[in-house]
Nanobody
Framework: QLQLVESGGGLVQPGGSLRLSCAAS????????IGWFRQAPGKEREGVSC????????MYADFVKGRFTISRDSAWKAVYLQMNSLKPEDTAVYYC????????????????WGQGTQVTVSS
């Protein structure tokens, strides 16, 4: 069974950094694009970043460009989201999701989801 598990969330001060991990269980990510989404209380889920199945294409939301970096490991078992210069408005539950091949900014187009990891940016 295909499963995704996020980790790496926590409490960090403004300006700090966190590295989120999305680990695949039961499959490798060779044929899947992995997207990171986030959802803050009272708000809709929004796309943050995505990396294509080959790793050759990445996407970033404007509000994280220059601060966040998405990458995947060489064994095609995990995807990472390095988050730097964090702001209070980055506070949310972060989810990773998988879909075949190419990236999409719409959460409705993803087939598999992790359980989420909480990121809180506060002094």
């Amino acid at each position: 069974q295909l499963q995704l598990v996020e980790s790496g969330g926590g409490l960090v001060q403004p300006g700090g950094s966190l590295r989120l991990s999305c680990a695949a269980s039961g499959f490798t990510l060779d044929y899947y694009a992995i997207g990171w989404f986030r959802q803050a209380p009272g708000k809709e889920r929004e796309g943050v970043s995505c990396i294509s199945n080959g790793g050759g294409s990445t996407m970033y939301a404007d509000f994280v460009k220059g601060r966040f970096t998405i990458s995947r490991d060489s064994a095609w078992k995990a995807v990472y989201l390095q988050m730097n210069s964090l702001k209070p408005e980055d506070t949310a539950v972060y989810y990773c999701a998988a879909r075949r091949y190419s990236c999409s900014g719409s959460p409705d187009e993803y087939d598999y989801w992790g359980q989420g990891t909480q990121v809180t940016v506060s002094s």
